[in-house]
């Protein structure tokens, strides 16, 4: 190398291993050091693995604390920005990088379902490794993106934009029913329960009709899940059968109305009922788009309103004393009453909507 050449290193020193050096040097520890920069332990540790940026003002504190002068850290901060630019600019990310782009990772995280130690990408890697259960990415792509694609198929086109986000929603669906004790499952058993389950809807509360649900579709074999959709899922409900005697019905209360639950609970329960056991069904936001869906639709629909009540119904008009008395009659929600009215076009679907029930989610 000549003495004009620039000396630029295929690696990078954060400034937080020279504060690292000088405290090990001293015997300090990061407790004793985060009390001399007044500063919780956390911002401290993060100072030291480069993710918090040495201002000016954290310069000076560590001149005072540490030694050197300011300048000297704002241009070790300086260089150490630089050069992770310069080293980013020429690489790729690395296989784990895209596949955690992949994957609604911030929601994971925030809704609890992985704990990475760290937030290097090896750690978080590993972590949603050990969410999804396979050993690497090419077996969670010919896993879970081959399944999608067939479930992809059978129902709305809009899952085709973050399969990923659908994965990990599913995954999180079979790590609940794990934990839901069922009998063998016994479809004539469902089919008797639902006409039980059915009052339910009008139940105001979910934690008043979420449990029983629960503890009767369980009965007949049902471990009913309940998930919220990360960012990029748009999945209202899925069914499979987890093993020979037990049936994942999953939810993600997508819309938050009563309407649109009941309706979605009672679709999937039709899918374990009239198809096969080894198909994955996933609703969306699309229309029927084959057999299978249209059989589901009607099953619920029926369940819901049954047939001989379907040309009263069909006569009711925008009276909203008459859909509550209707609804009543029925023995389902008058939400469930207004979503069937708009679903035939008897009303608009901006009519009628303060008769149904509007849920939240918790903040946990």
Known sequence: MTKDEIFQPNWISAPGE?????????????????????????????????????????????????????SFWITRESQYRADAVRLNRGSQPSAAEEWLQEIPLKDMINFGWIKPASYSTPDKEKACLNFFQVLDVRTWHQKYRGALEMAVFRTSPSFDSQPGAVAAWLRQGEVEAESIDCEPWDAQRLRRALSNIRPLTRQKHPSLFLPELRKQCAECGVAVAIVRAPTGCRASGATRFVSTNKALLLLSFRYLSDDHFWFTFFHEAGHLLLHDQKALFLEGAGRSSNKEEEEANEFAARVLIPSQLEAAMRDLGLNGREVIRFARLAGVSPGIVVGQLQHIGKIRRNQLNALKRRFTWDSD
């Open 18 to 70: 020279t504060i690292a050096d000088i405290l090990e040097e001293r015997d300090l520890s990061l407790a004793q050091f985060a009390r001399r920069m007044d500063c919780r332990r956390e911002f401290a540790n993060e100072l030291l693995t480069g993710r918090e940026e040495i201002t000016a003002t954290i310069a000076r504190r560590l001149e005072v604390i540490l030694g050197g002068s300011a």
